[in-house]
């Protein structure tokens, strides 16, 4: 999609000979070598200093190109790869600057991306759904209701309040309280999965939660279109991811909290770092027995459920936070990585050991993700950083 602005600037380019009318040789210049599925800009419109300037970069002055040829090789300041989609097709530059910045993007889980041993020491810097990035690109969002980012962060100051202190329901989740009809939906299309989800909804099953399955795996249709209005007929939704890493949070909360229910979260993650207190139940701390449990108190006590709804009186979750997307004014993390490229501000390291970090907890006493989850789901060792 062009837009009207991206016109003016076009046309204007077009009909002079020196495309210095709309690069300096200022503009930080950024090759996409491998795209994400396909988009050279992962879905940054075009990539154009133009765009950065619309979505409220303080940096505007980059360009994100997936055009090898538009530019010699040398004078980009920064390759992105996105190593979800690594493969010896896309083959490596043949030129490489001491001061070009190869950047590791995935929002894949680490268990999901292997990384080849040729590429240990061949990033710079990283953007991915890790909290402790050069970049940090999140699957999910939440802010204060004055517009601060409020998680996912190390160590959020959520607001406590009183259990019993007054407060009103947004009109749209009394209703959609008032119009639930099932317990629980799981939304789901890949069947056999490294966290065993599928055991732990068999489990629950077995112990008395209807669970509605959605998908590939299930018996019952929808499109993404009608997802949300779905699930807001569902006391609960399953957000199980499908591997346990560290800071993996994709979507699935951001479409369980969005449909006005509560989601029940099997997640890698320290929730802490993501969610308000009391606004979910965790899957992986409690285990099957007690989140079936907590299920059922939640649906026979009306006051109970509607408290899981509190934090709508502090936080809000924005509009479009899927595939990476629906960021507000300035943050995007393209935004970031502009500024950065200005400012000559990341921390760099020359043998910086790609694998290593990804394969490791961010206090490095164990595994970013947890291999394979124990059927019992109860072991002591079952909590993240399982060796
Ligand atoms: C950038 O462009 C300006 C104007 O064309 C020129 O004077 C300057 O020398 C250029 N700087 C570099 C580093 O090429
Ligand atoms: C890539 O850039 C070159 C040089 O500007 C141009 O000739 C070519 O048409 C571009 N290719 C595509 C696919 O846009
Ligand atoms: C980026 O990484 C490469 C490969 O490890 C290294 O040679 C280069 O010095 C690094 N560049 C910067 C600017 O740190
Ligand atoms: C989760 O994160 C919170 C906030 O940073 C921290 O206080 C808590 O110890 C963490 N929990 C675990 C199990 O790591
Ligand atoms: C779900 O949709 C597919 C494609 O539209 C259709 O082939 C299939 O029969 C449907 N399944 C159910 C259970 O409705």
Not at 52 to 75: H, M, Q, V, W
Not at 99 to 108: D, S, T
Request: with cysteine; charged share 25%.
């Amino acid at each position: 999609m062009l837009n009207f602005s991206y016109w003016i600037l076009y046309i204007a380019c077009a009909s002079f000979v020196d495309p210095s009318y709309c690069l300096s040789n200022k503009t930080k210049l950024i090759l996409t070598w491998i795209p994400f599925y396909g988009d050279t800009t992962f879905l940054f419109g075009d990539g154009s200093p133009e765009h950065f300037r619309s979505a409220g970069c303080p940096y505007f002055d980059c360009k994100i190109t997936g055009n090898k040829s538009e530019f010699p090789l040398e004078t980009f300041d920064a390759l992105l790869f996105h190593a979800a989609e690594s493969h010896p097709r896309f083959g490596t530059p043949n030129i490489r600057l001491p001061n070009q910045l190869y950047v590791f993007v995935c929002f894949e889980s680490s268990q999901n991306t292997l990384i080849a041993e040729s590429k240990r020491h061949f990033y710079n810097v990283t953007m991915t759904y890790r909290l402790d990035s050069d970049i940090a690109w999140t699957n999910f969002r939440m802010y204060t209701k004055t517009g601060t980012l409020m998680a996912p962060k190390f160590n959020p100051k959520w607001k406590l309040r009183e259990p019993e202190s007054e407060f009103l329901l947004p009109e749209s989740i009394s209703v959609a309280i008032e119009t639930k009809k099932y317990m629980a939906a799981w939304f789901v299309s890949h069947c056999n999965t490294v966290s065993r989800r599928e055991y732990f909804v068999k489990k629950l099953i077995a112990l008395g939660i209807d669970v509605h399955v959605y998908g590939r795996c299930g018996n019952l249709n929808c499109s993404r279109a009608d997802g949300l209005e779905i699930a807001s007929q569902y006391y609960f939704y399953l957000a199980f991811e499908n591997s346990l890493c560290e800071d993996y949070l994709t979507e699935k909360t951001w479409r369980a909290l969005k449909s006005g229910t509560v989601p029940v979260v099997l997640s890698g993650a320290n929730l802490t770092r993501f969610l308000p207190p009391n606004s979910y139940i965790d899957a992986r701390k409690l285990g099957p027995e007690r989140v079936a449990e907590e299920m059922k108190r939640l649906i026979s006590d009306r006051a109970l459920y509607e408290n899981k709804f509190r934090w709508h009186q502090d936080y809000e979750t924005p509009e479009g936070q899927s595939e990476g997307q629906g960021w507000k004014m300035g943050e995007h993390p393209f935004c970031k990585l502009c500024e950065a490229l200005h400012t000559d501000s990341f921390k760099k390291s020359k043998a910086f050991d790609v694998i290593k970090w990804w394969e490791s907890s961010q206090s490095g006493d164990g595994k970013s993700c947890i291999l394979k989850a124990p059927l019992d789901w109860f072991s002591n060792n079952f909590r993240y950083g399982w060796k």
